[in-house]
């Protein structure tokens, strides 16, 4: 069975360490602030200028002066500021965003990663991404393995215009974890009850399977 966006979001918590400093991207990557394991402290960065993001408030919380780069409201953890964009756009040029979650619409054998436009649609821009993948050397892309018409999203080479190049080196999708190594996908873990086999299928890039595939534990 596929991951939910919420399980997606939980494997990526468990990659948490104890001081990052993480940036958390539109979509299913702001999920991953609701699932900060006990005993981590880690401070969420947002373009717009908030450190030290909490999790999604209850409707009672909200503050709708309170958002996110996304414009989602969003909650302030203790000991957080608020800065101006500028500000945080230093952060993030300057190499000081220790974990980027980023949603993708495809990824490649290279590292490449198209994020922010499909073609005939309409779309709000790049947003932060262009910096974020240029300015952290850890990157996870989170995403969907095939489109609703079951179309890989997993390429050989990205068809859409690139957000950034050779810049990704780890893939979670609802199906699998990868790692991109050599101009392939390695396949690193699959989704509880997921076969080999339907990874492989809705993959299109290379991809290497080793002997054995753990199974992702929740």
């Known amino acids: 069975m596929a991951l939910s966006r919420e399980q997606m979001a939980q494997w990526v918590a468990n990659e948490l360490k104890d001081g990052d ?3 958390l991207g539109i ?17 969420l960065q947002s373009e717009n200028g908030l450190l030290g993001m909490g999790a999604f408030p209850l409707e009672q919380d909200i503050d709708a002066d309170m ?28 190499g000081h965003v220790d974990l980027t979650v980023l949603g993708a619409f495809e990824v490649d054998v290279e590292g490449n ?20 993948v240029a300015g ?8 969907t393995h095939a489109s609703k018409g079951g179309e890989s999203k997993l390429l050989s080479r990205c ?13 979670l999708t609802d199906l699998a974890y990868l790692e991109i190594e050599d101009g392939a996908f390695v396949l690193k873990a699959r989704a509880p009850g997921v076969s080999v086999e339907e990874i492989v299928a809705k993959t299109a890039g290379a991809l290497r399977v080793p002997d054995e595939v753990p199974e992702m534990r929740f």
């Open 21 to 23: 400093y993480v940036n």
């Open 27 to 43: 979509g299913i990557p702001t999920l991953v602030a609701n699932y900060v394991p006990p005993g981590i402290d880690v401070m």
């Open 67 to 94: 958002i996110n780069a996304g414009k989602q409201t969003v909650t302030a953890r203790a000991g957080a500021s608020i800065f101006s964009s500028a500000e945080s756009f230093a952060m993030i040029r300057g």
């Open 113 to 132: 990663i198209a994020s922010w436009m499909i073609p005939g649609k309409l779309v709000k821009g790049m947003g932060g991404a262009m910096d974020l």
């Open 136 to 143: 952290a050397d850890n990157i996870i892309a989170v995403m």
């Open 159 to 171: 068809s859409l215009p690139l957000t950034g190049a050779g810049c990704i080196r780890r893939v």
